[in-house]
């Protein structure tokens, strides 16, 4: 189910848990005092794919961004409010993947984890690389709740006390580190942090 999907069932009561969910969000579906948050279960790193011949050519070259539908493109709201980028919704990261293949836009905003799930799944789709010049962050995911805080109490306790694991899992499935990934990109691309995309 799309993220903000999540929280209109949530606050309906069709559902228990949201993830993912982070405080910092803007939720204007439901804001309450009483929503529990977990500590966070995984960083996810939000990035910009472009093809792999347009990666370094900056922000004014990105004028249509696709972004999959329930996902906000936060760290593109300026380039959108002033016009300078239109955005292209769809409905899933492999749609996405092949419209930016066929050069239907220029970049997509998308987790890049995810992103390799779907080119691992997908080898032919395409090749793109997360362009570390154009805008991406990092975002804690955690689970979210109105109805049961006492279980978020200890689902944390878990999570304080059984850290080893969870990175195990974490390495089994491939899922790097945020700053381990970002050093490896920039090595890979020869970039230096003077040149990493930073919000003004």
């Given at each position: 189910?799309?993220?903000?999907?999540?929280?209109?069932?949530?606050?309906?009561?069709?559902?228990?848990?949201?993830?993912?969910?982070?405080p910092r969000w803007n939720?204007?579906?439901?804001?309450?005092?009483?929503?529990?948050?977990s500590l966070p279960l995984v960083d996810t790193f939000a990035v910009t794919l472009v093809k792999p011949e347009n990666k370094g050519k900056?922000?004014?070259?990105?004028?249509?961004?696709?972004?999959?539908d329930g996902f906000?493109?936060?760290k593109w709201k300026k380039q959108i409010s002033e016009n300078t980028v239109n955005v292209i919704g769809v409905n899933s990261v492999y749609e996405g993947l092949s419209l930016l293949n066929k050069e239907k836009a220029n970049a997509m905003d998308i987790e890049y984890n995810v992103a390799q799930r779907?080119?691992?799944r997908y080898p032919n789709i395409g090749e793109f690389t997360a362009d570390l010049?154009?805008?991406?962050?990092?975002?804690?995911?955690s689970v979210s709740t109105l109805k049961h805080p006492d279980i978020i109490h200890e689902l944390n306790a878990f999570l304080n006390?059984?850290?080893?694991?969870?990175?195990?899992?974490?390495?089994?499935?491939?899922?790097e580190e945020t700053k381990q990934l970002t050093l490896r990109l920039m090595k890979q691309q020869g970039l230096t942090k003077n040149v990493l995309w930073s919000a003004l």
């Amino acid at each position: 189910m799309p993220v903000k999907r999540l929280q209109i069932e949530l606050k309906k009561g069709n559902v228990d848990f949201v993830f993912p969910d982070n405080p910092r969000w803007n939720d204007h579906i439901i804001y309450s005092v009483d929503k529990a948050y977990s500590l966070p279960l995984v960083d996810t790193f939000a990035v910009t794919l472009v093809k792999p011949e347009n990666k370094g050519k900056g922000i004014s070259f990105v004028s249509n961004l696709i972004i999959p539908d329930g996902f906000t493109p936060a760290k593109w709201k300026k380039q959108i409010s002033e016009n300078t980028v239109n955005v292209i919704g769809v409905n899933s990261v492999y749609e996405g993947l092949s419209l930016l293949n066929k050069e239907k836009a220029n970049a997509m905003d998308i987790e890049y984890n995810v992103a390799q799930r779907i080119l691992r799944r997908y080898p032919n789709i395409g090749e793109f690389t997360a362009d570390l010049t154009l805008p991406y962050n990092t975002v804690s995911f955690s689970v979210s709740t109105l109805k049961h805080p006492d279980i978020i109490h200890e689902l944390n306790a878990f999570l304080n006390s059984n850290s080893k694991t969870i990175d195990e899992i974490k390495n089994k499935y491939g899922i790097e580190e945020t700053k381990q990934l970002t050093l490896r990109l920039m090595k890979q691309q020869g970039l230096t942090k003077n040149v990493l995309w930073s919000a003004l």
